[in-house]
């Protein structure tokens, strides 16, 4: 059984620019999370998906969006990159709301720069 | 939402025990308390959850008294690799909630040797 894995480690992406981050999800899992997570603070919840629709937002601009695929992987969007959005992105996947659960599974995360 | 308070940071030595208290005093009659550790440059991992009473694993155990408006975070005999970044989080029944976790700042433990 794989983890949650990320792609890529590591961006570095000028300011105005977009970028597109990808998240597979443990299998079985059907639900996936985005989070971003600044230097020093606690991650902040960007939006969930489960079974390819959006499940809940949190308070981050319409440029940021994502996809959930039918194999459950995922990918995060982020158009016209701000300085501020410089910041650790993780994914979580977890079976989803009805298990009663809030244990998710976190991949490593994506180090994003903007410069 | 139900805010958490939890110390910034806490000091311990290997082999010690490590009690690190959230409170949250304005908690709803629906909400659960979690824990998460990270590690740097680690994603949060799920330590435990619980709605009242004494939960414990394999890991941790988490105290919750009565009025349920703090909880207790115990990691028993705890090594150098217990060094993370602890989050205790109080929100709606995942059922409810969409199973979304709301993060405050944490507590930086260090353990030495």
């Known amino acids: 059984e794989t983890g949650v894995t990320q792609s890529p480690t590591h961006l570095i992406k000028t300011r105005g620019q977009q970028v597109t981050l990808r998240c597979s999800s443990q299998?079985?899992?059907?639900?996936v999370s985005w989070y971003q997570q600044a230097l020093g603070q606690g991650p902040q919840f960007i939006f969930q998906?489960?079974?390819?629709?959006?499940?809940g937002r949190g308070n981050f601009p319409p440029r940021f969006s994502g996809l959930q695929f039918p194999n459950y992987s995922s990918e995060l969007n982020v158009n016209a990159l701000e300085l501020d959005d410089s910041a650790l992105y993780l994914c979580?996947?977890?079976?989803?709301?009805?298990?009663?659960?809030?244990?998710?599974?976190f991949g490593p995360g994506t180090r994003l720069t903007v410069t | 939402l139900a805010k958490t308070t939890q110390p910034i940071s806490m000091d311990s030595y290997e082999g010690q025990e490590v009690n690190i208290t959230c409170s949250h005093n304005n908690i709803a009659t629906n909400d659960y308390i979690t824990w998460y550790q990270q590690f740097p440059s680690q994603g949060p991992r799920f330590i435990i959850q619980g709605y009242k009473t004494k939960v414990t694993n394999e890991v941790a155990s988490l105290f919750i008294p009565a009025d349920r408006k703090s909880s207790t975070l115990s990691l028993p005999r705890v090594s150098l690799s217990d060094t993370a970044v602890y989050y205790c989080?109080?929100?709606?029944?995942?059922?409810?909630?969409?199973?979304?976790?709301?993060f405050g700042g944490g507590t930086r433990v260090l353990v030495k040797p």
């Open positions: 299998s079985g899992h059907n639900t």
């Open positions: 989080l109080v929100g709606d029944a995942p059922e409810a909630a969409g199973n979304k976790l709301t």
């Open positions: 998906y489960y079974r390819e629709e959006e499940n």
């Open positions: 979580a996947s977890s079976l989803g709301r009805l298990e009663g659960s809030y244990e998710q599974y």
